[in-house]
């Protein structure tokens, strides 16, 4: 849970890392290094699992 929230940008966003090098049918996002709503959007619902299971 720390690396997850170390890897946090101080807009609560988190960045595209290590994408696969290859062709690219659909881009869904920027690259390598900018905010990636994907990653957010797991790593939000991952936190939040885990805050909810720790009150309980």
């Known amino acids: ?3 997850l929230r170390s890897k946090q940008q101080p807009d609560g ?7 696969h090098p290859g062709k690219i049918h659909f881009p869904l996002e920027d690259g390598d290094g900018r905010p990636s709503r994907w990653n957010t959007l797991r790593a939000l619902r991952v936190l939040n699992w885990y805050k909810k299971a720790a009150v309980a």
């Open 1 to 3: 849970m720390e690396l």
């Open 13 to 19: 966003t988190l960045l595209l890392e290590n994408t």
